[in-house]
Antibody, heavy 116, light 107 residues
């Protein structure tokens, strides 16, 4: 059974940093591109970042480019999202998602609240 | 960036009804269009990928169609468990973008 389990969320002040983790199981992690997608409270979905299966290439929308960094450790089956210079508009539930062409599996989500 | 415009934003229908949800892209997305269902407090679930391919385990009452810039999700006979919010999503080009969602309420 495919499982994606995110951790690392919480309350953080504007301008500070936070790192999310996602542990994957039930599939061959290093065969798949992975992504982060977020959803602000009561709002729609926004793609945040994607990384190739090897970790050699990454992709971001302009809204987070230069502030967020996606990375992975294939030996540990773990995906990361380093979030720097956080803003109030980054407040959302962050989902770890498999395969950006399908988003066929999602984690349960982790809440990040950016507030003073 | 490709903008995805969904309509309607709110839909109220009865059990047994045929329901359609539309998604219009701001440019040709070559059928690289997926549909997701999200229930309150849960992660989204993939229903349809690449316009008309039913994800494993999804009931056959769900179907998708379209091409170019215009796409449709159809539920042939609405069931009570189909309530929730539906999102379209394009993966034709970066940045990947979602529609704003259609909230489906059961009358």
């Amino acid at each position: 059974e495919v499982q994606l389990v995110e951790t690392g969320g919480g309350l953080v002040q504007p301008g500070r940093s936070l790192k999310l983790s996602c542990v994957a199981s039930g599939f061959t992690f290093n065969n798949y591109w992975m992504s982060w997608t977020r959803q602000a409270p009561g709002k729609g979905l926004e793609w945040v970042a994607s990384i190739t299966n090897s970790g050699g290439s990454t992709y971001y929308p302009d809204s987070v480019k230069g502030r967020f960094t996606i990375s992975r450790d294939n030996a540990q089956n773990t995906l990361y999202l380093q979030m720097n210079s956080l803003r109030s508009e980054d407040t959302a539930t962050y989902y770890c998602t498999r395969d950006p062409w399908y988003f066929d599996y999602w984690g349960q989500g982790v809440m990040v609240t950016v507030s003073s | 960036d490709i903008q995805m415009t969904q309509s309607p934003s709110l839909l109220s229908a009865s059990v047994g009804d045929r329901v359609t949800i539309n998604c219009k892209a701001s440019q040709n997305i070559n059928k690289y269009l997926n549909w997701y269902q999200q229930k309150l407090g849960e992660a989204p679930k993939l229903l349809i990928y690449n316009t008309n391919n039913l994800q494993t385990g999804i009931p056959s009452r769900f179907s998708g169609s379209g091409s170019g810039t215009d796409y449709t999700l159809t539920i042939s006979s609405l069931q009570p468990e189909d309530f929730g919010t539906y999102f379209c999503f394009q993966h034709n080009s970066w940045p990947l973008t979602f529609g704003s969602g259609t909230k489906l309420e059961i009358k």
